[in-house]
T-cell receptor
Framework: EPEVTQTPSHQVTQMGQEVILRCVPISNHLYFYWYRQILGQKVEFLVSFYNNEISEKSEIFDDQFSVERPDGSNFTLKIRSTKLEDSAMYFC????????????FGPGTRLTVL | AQSVAQPEDQVNVAEGNPLTVKCTYSVSGNPYLFWYVQYPNRGLQFLLKYITGDNLVKGSYGFEAEFNKSQTSFHLKKPSALVSDSALYFCAVSSIKAAGNKLTFGGGTRVLVKP
């Protein structure tokens, strides 16, 4: 069964450093998302992406964040200058027509900012 | 604005007994409702959804959920719980049946099924 994959599973970085989180969505899906879950809190929407542009973003998704689909398979989230409060689990999701737009999630990347 | 409430942080149930995980929602317009389950160190796995039609929705692993528009609820149920159902369950809502639309999640309910 196709699934969303994410790398790395755990990323540790120093405050102020740039990080790139990578995702490979399900191959025939066209809609991509990033969510995050700070420890002990709700899963929160960050951004959705379609046709090489952002469809919607939350207030969390400020200028420090960016997304990109650099090739036909990867979808990335970049945090330009990490802050302590960026420490969270980041989930990638994808959806497509055949799934009736149900979003399927990857296993997540745990980001720890020191 | 859309929101989801899961009033119970944890639900404890004996194996073989019925399991109910509660969810209420608030959304403008028609709600599109989802349940996901998260096992330790795993991502969110889709269980079931309500888009339109029959108020009783059946999903994976014997789970079902009942949409109640008047009570704005979408409770998850399983007639006979298994120890392997122990996990974190999330209810989510979207206000538009459209691609790229965000999901708003509840805080999650931890289910513990005891042998």
């Amino acid at each position: 069964e196709p699934e969303v994959t994410q790398t790395p599973s755990h990323q540790v970085t120093q405050m102020g450093q740039e990080v790139i989180l990578r995702c490979v969505p399900i191959s025939n899906h066209l809609y991509f998302y990033w969510y995050r879950q700070i420890l002990g809190q709700k899963v929160e929407f960050l951004v959705s992406f379609y046709n090489n542009e952002i469809s919607e973003k939350s207030e969390i998704f400020d200028d420090q964040f960016s997304v990109e689909r650099p090739d036909g398979s990867n979808f990335t989230l970049k945090i330009r200058s990490t802050k302590l409060e960026d420490s969270a689990m980041y989930f990638c999701a994808s959806s497509g027509l055949e799934s009736d737009y149900t979003q399927y999630f990857g296993p997540g990347t745990r980001l720890t900012v020191l | 604005a859309q929101s989801v409430a899961q009033p119970e942080d944890q639900v404890n149930v004996a194996e073989g007994n019925p399991l109910t995980v509660k969810c209420t929602y608030s959304v403008s317009g028609n709600p599109y409702l989802f349940w996901y389950v998260q096992y330790p160190n795993r991502g969110l796995q889709f269980l079931l959804k309500y888009i339109t039609g029959d108020n009783l929705v059946k999903g994976s692993y014997g789970f079902e959920a009942e949409f109640n528009k008047s009570q704005t609820s979408f409770h998850l149920k399983k007639p006979s719980a298994l120890v392997s159902d122990s996990a974190l369950y999330f209810c989510a809502v979207s206000s538009i049946k459209a691609a790229g639309n965000k999901l708003t999640f509840g805080g999650g309910t931890r289910v513990l099924v005891k042998p």
